[in-house]
């Protein structure tokens, strides 16, 4: 089992650049897939961007591609989320998941992902 823990959010302005962490606690976070999800108000929750266990691969939602960038630090446990040029679109609540079944790919799906955190909020004023 493993525990992941969101950070980095808060309010930020338009054109601002941040990157959220997604740390891991438990078993070692190598072999685990994880993947960023965000829920806007009132909306559901949408696939952004996933990284494989090594991070060889990575995907995107064609509505982040070029301006979110997902990468991993397997010796921290930490998988990050960077996300330039802020819009008030972005404006979500941010979640990291993570699974152990992917082998080397990554999926897009929720219901593929065992493990979840409890989500950090970014807030783009318009």
């Known amino acids: 089992q493993v525990q992941l823990t969101e950070s980095g959010g808060g309010l930020v302005p338009a054109g601002d650049m941040m990157r959220l962490s997604c740390a891991a606690s438990?078993?070692?976070?190598?072999?685990?897939?994880v993947g960023w999800f965000r829920q806007a108000p009132g909306k559901g929750r949408e696939f952004v961007a996933g990284?494989?266990?090594?991070?060889?691969?990575?995907l995107y939602a064609d509505s982040v591609k070029g301006r979110f960038i997902i990468s991993r630090d397997n010796a921290k446990q930490t998988v990050y989320l960077q996300i330039n040029g802020l819009l008030p679109e972005d404006t979500a609540a941010y979640y990291c998941?993570?699974?152990?079944?992917?082998?080397?790919?990554?999926?897009?799906?929720?219901?593929?992902?065992?493990?979840w955190g409890q989500g950090t909020r970014i807030t783009v004023p318009s």
């Open positions: 438990g078993r070692p976070f190598s072999s685990y897939a």
């Open positions: 990284i494989s266990a090594s991070g060889g691969m990575t």
């Open positions: 998941a993570a699974d152990s079944r992917m082998n080397q790919n990554v999926s897009t799906a929720q219901d593929d992902f065992e493990y």
